[in-house]
């Protein structure tokens, strides 16, 4: 299903069409091909049982075993609120429209609150996690590697190696993806801009991935960059898009950098259009169809929101 009209081509251009995939998780563990007759929970069709018959769990999606991959959904939500009423999350927002979104409203369904801090008004980036269980680093104008321009990048570099170096979750929205990178030694630079509604496919090896699961293997998401980011050393790839190779990774256990807008809602485009309005038809972007593609592709990723999301805050710990 298209946003709108045009061919390939025009696809590749800033604000010009997409496709909207239909977001109905498949019956099957994987729709990445190849494994359509594969049992549940097992895309690779070997068995998950060792000689012993003891059940044998994936290194790659961490301490959940094959064939439980949808227990977070058995447990019940007053149960899951207890769990995590202790529990808050750090949200580095770098700019007025780029706030929490859809992440927010998942966090809050759950009894999970964020604290926001605002570095780029002049409050301060702690040193330490340690009166968090995660941090997640919002989206923005600025650039990852304008460090001298903006001092309080620095100090967010520290606290996502202190994450890591804990084991804490770390989750990067665009600009905050870039920021994880170069924490991570990785470089981030101006790329090719990509503003608008733009296909993302996941990698074969997000079957295995504990966040990207079950996740259709192709998916339309809100992108607004100009800068790209290396894959840090370490990490693995998980999604690409036809204009930026590195679109989705993840480093260690916990720590994921995406530079797509997954936390996109319909209201938060519309104030971030009608802010850079001007700016968007200068440069040749159609503000106007931006906005009548998120009418009709922001409805069908919220499901996939919600799931990322809620399965990021149960490796909070």
């Known amino acids: 299903m298209r946003c709108s009209g045009g061919d390939s081509e025009t696809a590749k251009k800033i604000g010009r069409p997409s496709y909207c995939a239909k977001y109905v998780v498949p019956s099957e563990f994987c729709n990445h091909g190849g494994h359509a007759n594969s049992p549940a929970g097992?895309?690779?069709?070997?068995?998950?049982?060792?000689?012993?018959?003891?059940?044998?769990?994936?290194?790659?999606?961490?301490?959940?075993?094959?064939?439980?991959?949808?227990?977070?959904?058995?447990?019940?939500?007053?149960?899951?609120?207890?769990?995590?009423?202790?529990?808050?999350?750090?949200?580095?927002?770098?700019?007025?429209?780029?706030?929490?979104?859809?992440?927010?409203?998942?966090?809050?369904?759950?009894?999970?609150?964020?604290?926001?801090?605002?570095?780029?008004?002049?409050?301060?980036?702690?040193?330490?996690?340690?009166?968090?269980?995660?941090?997640?680093?919002?989206?923005?104008?600025?650039?990852?590697?304008?460090?001298?321009?903006?001092?309080?990048?620095?100090?967010?570099?520290?606290?996502?190696?202190?994450?890591?170096?804990?084991?804490?979750?770390?989750?990067?929205?665009?600009?905050?993806?870039?920021?994880?990178?170069?924490?991570l030694g990785a470089r981030v630079r101006p790329g090719e801009p990509e503003v608008g509604f733009f296909e993302v496919s996941l990698e074969p090896i997000s079957c295995y991935d504990p966040l990207w699961r079950g996740i259709p293997a192709k998916f339309v998401a809100t992108h607004w960059h100009g800068d790209v980011f290396d894959i840090p050393p370490g990490g693995m790839r998980l999604a690409s898009s036809a204009l930026t190779p590195n679109q989705l990774f993840r480093y260690g256990h916990a720590l994921y950098g995406l530079q797509f807008h997954l936390e996109m809602t319909p209201g938060l485009l519309e104030e971030a259009v009608a802010r850079a309005y001007g700016i968007l038809i200068e440069s040749g972007v159609d503000a106007d169809l931006i906005w009548q593609q998120g009418q009709e592709c922001l409805p069908m990723l919220r499901e996939t929101a919600s799931t990322v999301f809620t399965r990021w805050s149960e490796m909070l710990c």
Do not use: W
């Open 42 to 183: 097992n895309p690779s069709g070997r068995s998950s049982r060792g000689a012993d018959g003891t059940q044998i769990s994936d290194p790659l999606r961490g301490d959940l075993p094959p064939g439980d991959e949808f227990a977070s959904k058995r447990v019940r939500p007053a149960v899951r609120q207890h769990r995590m009423r202790n529990k808050r999350v750090l949200f580095i927002q770098h700019s007025d429209v780029d706030r929490p979104g859809l992440l927010g409203e998942t966090l809050d369904g759950i009894g999970l609150p964020l604290d926001v801090i605002r570095p780029d008004l002049g409050q301060e980036v702690p040193a330490s996690l340690d009166a968090f269980a995660g941090l997640v680093l919002g989206g923005g104008p600025q650039g990852a590697y304008e460090q001298e321009k903006y001092p309080y990048l620095l100090s967010e570099c520290a606290l996502v190696r202190h994450a890591a170096s804990v084991g804490k979750p770390v989750l990067g929205l665009c600009l905050g993806a870039q920021i994880m990178a170069s924490a």
